[in-house]
């Protein structure tokens, strides 16, 4: 289970504490330029045209919106280390940082899903609208201190969505994207569920997303689009026809970050596959560093600490946190 920190002093900050990072990486594998380092290239130089070509849109007008997104492993001595969330399973006690990097311009939605299905929203918070969170920029969650599993361990969500223009009814859009079952969708959560372009849950493509991609007209890719990878991935396209879908780049070497990117050309319906959705996975299993149930601790640096007090059970803290000196 994973703590959920709604901390208004911390998260209204987010934005405010964002840094402008680098794009441009090195192939690992001495392949020359690798595709993920063409997307930032070519969306930082407002070049759309020299992505599309490599995906078979070659001439055809193309909306992007992309985003990286880094879990950062928070070793005990403070220092991290990027994994991908999609194979790795975390232990209780575990510390975490996340830090997204929008690619485009974008509103920038972020919400935790635990066991219960219940969505709690991180950014932006209940009472604030959301701002366009300009491309290259990192907003990191917590922006201080870190998140830890704490028992019980078990499967949970971070969502991130990225898209033009603003989410009118933000928990719609969570409702939509937690629901198991869209047969009983409302119309207007059929009307949501058309505006997502969700890129693959997992590590692989699972069977039921194979054959939403047949009903819905749409692909969806996660490898490093490479070579055979990037034939196949043009072929399916262009003999169905497909003018949305999205792109999962893993990340390949120490550091890096995984890059989604969901495309929609002027063929496409309005209306549709304009919400850029990725579920970033957080497994947790046993481990050896057990904390209290009976308190909650948020360490925002080295020498302080806050301790919330929680009722045996809850999720939520039922006291504002204390500072205490360490």
Known sequence: MMRRYVLPWMLGTMIGGIAAVGGWAADPQGRGVRFRDLVYKALDEAQPAAVAAPMGLAGKPVEFTALEYRVLHVRPDGSTASVDPKLHRFRVGDRIKVVVRPLTDS?????????????????????????????????????????????????????????REPVRDRELLARVITSRDPSQDTPAMAAQRRQINAVVA???KSEAERRSERNDGTIRYRGVFENDDRRQFVADL?????????????????????????????????????????????????????????????????????????????????????????
């Not at 950014?123 to 830890?148: C, F, H, I, M, N």
């Not at 390949?252 to 996975?281: C, D, N, Q, Y």
């Open 107 to 163: 509103h920038l939605y972020i919400f935790h899903v635990g066991a219960s299905d219940r969505a709690v929203f991180l950014l932006p918070r209940e009472d604030e609208e959301a701002t366009v969170v300009s491309a290259k920029r990192e907003v990191t969650l917590p922006q201080e201190g870190y998140l830890e599993f704490v028992p019980p361990p078990g499967d949970e969500m971070l969502y991130v969505i990225a898209t």
């Open 202 to 204: 997992g590590a692989l």
């Open 238 to 326: 262009q003999s169905r026809g497909v003018t949305w879908g999205s792109l999962e780049l893993p990340p390949e070497k120490p550091g890096e970050g995984a890059v989604a990117l969901g495309f929609r050309t002027a063929e496409t319906p309005a209306g549709v596959g304009t919400a850029l959705v990725v579920g970033i996975p957080l497994r947790s299993a046993g481990g050896s560093r057990q904390s209290s149930s009976s308190e909650v601790r948020f360490a925002f640096g080295p020498s302080l600490a806050y301790n919330w007090h929680r009722p045996e059970g809850s999720l939520m803290p039922d006291l504002m946190p204390e500072r205490k000196d360490r």
